[in-house]
């Protein structure tokens, strides 16, 4: 019953009642022996260094793809890239068209200048979903061949175009 309230919690309703309501059944366990569902219950009252905890204390390796990304995000947010990496790798590894997923593993190895994976990982997500725009944005962080790619994709002016406006599309020009 407490997923139930996590799940309408995060897909419908943000009210702390739903949250009040999952900790009222949650208490009934340790949280050792749910652990994806504590951590679950902390990730969506952005309490990272309790998700973190949860995970830390957990008997066995956590199975779920979605508490996978919601630990390495968690570590993510608290600016652990080295134990976020491991975490996002689990939850692609788990699901791999979870695009979400791979784009924010993308991040993290753009983040650590490892623009080969972090291209490989992107260029996956625009083959499974060529409009997937956080996808685009982070090829074109590391290359701009692809922001010209991304802007025919979107029926976008290129970004080299003169007399781009800004406040049009939100790119910059980019000088050579």
């Known amino acids: 019953m407490a997923k139930a309230y996590l799940c309408f919690y995060e897909k419908f309703e943000h009210k702390s009642e739903y949250l009040d309501s999952a900790k009222k059944y949650l208490d009934a366990y340790k949280p ?5 569902e504590y951590i679950y219950y902390a990730y ?9 905890n949860l995970a830390s204390n ?3 390796p ?4 979605v508490t996978n990304y919601q630990v390495g995000q968690a570590y993510f947010n608290l600016r652990n890239l080295d134990k976020s990496m491991p975490y996002m790798q ?5 699901q791999p068209f979870n695009l979400e997923y791979r784009v924010k593993l993308a991040t993290i ?3 650590y200048l490892n623009l080969p994976e972090a291209e490989k990982e992107l260029i996956f997500v625009t083959v499974q979903n060529p409009k997937f725009a956080s996808a685009w944005n982070g090829l ?3 290359n701009p061949f692809f922001i010209n ?3 025919k994709l979107f029926s976008l002016p290129p970004a080299f175009a003169p007399g781009m406006h800004r406040k049009k599309y939100g790119f910059f020009k980019i000088k050579k």
Do not use: M
Not at 44 to 52: G, P, R
Not at 90 to 94: C, D, G, S, Y
């Open 32 to 36: 050792e022996t749910q652990p994806a």
């Open 44 to 52: 969506l009252k952005n309490d990272f260094q309790e998700v973190i």
């Open 58 to 60: 957990a008997a066995a």
């Open 62 to 65: 956590l199975a779920e793809a």
């Open 90 to 94: 689990k939850a692609v590894n788990l």
């Open 109 to 111: 190895y753009s983040l």
């Open 140 to 142: 074109a962080f590391g």
């Open 149 to 151: 790619v991304a802007a």
